[in-house]
């Protein structure tokens, strides 16, 4: 039997706590996850830190800090026009005095405003001192490189200042650009994830699969370029991406797998266990969930002997 399928934190056990704190790590690494990922963005000050998007609006309590209200702006990332605060118009000193909340309306929100925001550094020294991995994303990384806050320098530097740069290391770095990756394959040994967009009901052709083999370890596909879904929410037969990607050589990292029954398809009636199954039986090689307990229940009942 291949090995069990890596359990992948999806901004920790953000199923159960706002997203991208220690305290959302934490619990993840208590639920059985083996890798954390922290989505990097960064600070004025050239600090790394873990939010899924620069602009902190949502998931912060920055919208209600009056010394912060002069800070809102507009700012063009990736084509479109975004308005909001910015993690780059902050330093790290003044991100510290923000406090996390819950992004999603339907999920517990009685840990708002508890949690500061951590650093990538703090989350490499949780996941050194338990044992697991960290799976960083770059977030928007072309941006930022152009307004002269590049991630990637940062990010390098902390993984060799840990040891961490070749394939052994406990680590994955992903991105959405794939210039970034390829250059990054230049500069560092450890394992790249190409991630992967839905984009209708299409998916990686083998000539695309066979390009992103020469600099990246794998790919991170929305879980609908495997199951797709037609208009209406309701599952259509898997493709041939799993199959197709391994015979190019490279892993296959699906997200997100969520068990809210808001975010569930009608076929999984309910029981998030049976998209896990799902997947598990079409090959995965690790999953991104926000509820890493659930995952890793459903593998080890698969690889128990």
Known sequence: MSPRPLVIAHRGASGHRPEHTLASYELAIELGADFIEPDLVITRDGVLIARHENDISETTDVASRPEFADRRTTRRIDGL???GWFTEEFTLAEIKTLRANERLP???HSFDGRFEIPTFEEVLDLALRKGVGVYPETKHPSYFRRIGLPLEEPLLAALEARGWTGRDAPVFIQSFETGNLRELRKQTGVRLI???EARGHGFATSEELAWIATYADGIGP???LIVPADHDGRLL????LVEDAHRAGL???PWTFRSDPELLAPEYEGRP??????FYR???DGVFSDFPEVAVRVAAHRHDP
């Open 194 to 196: 190409q991630l992967l």
């Open 81 to 83: 026009e975004v308005t």
């Open 251 to 253: 892993q296959v990292h």
């Open 282 to 284: 079409l090959g995965v």
């Open 237 to 240: 037969p898997p493709t041939s």
């Open 106 to 108: 339907f999920r517990d």
């Open 273 to 278: 266990e049976r998209e896990y199954e799902q």
């Open 222 to 224: 929305d879980k609908r």
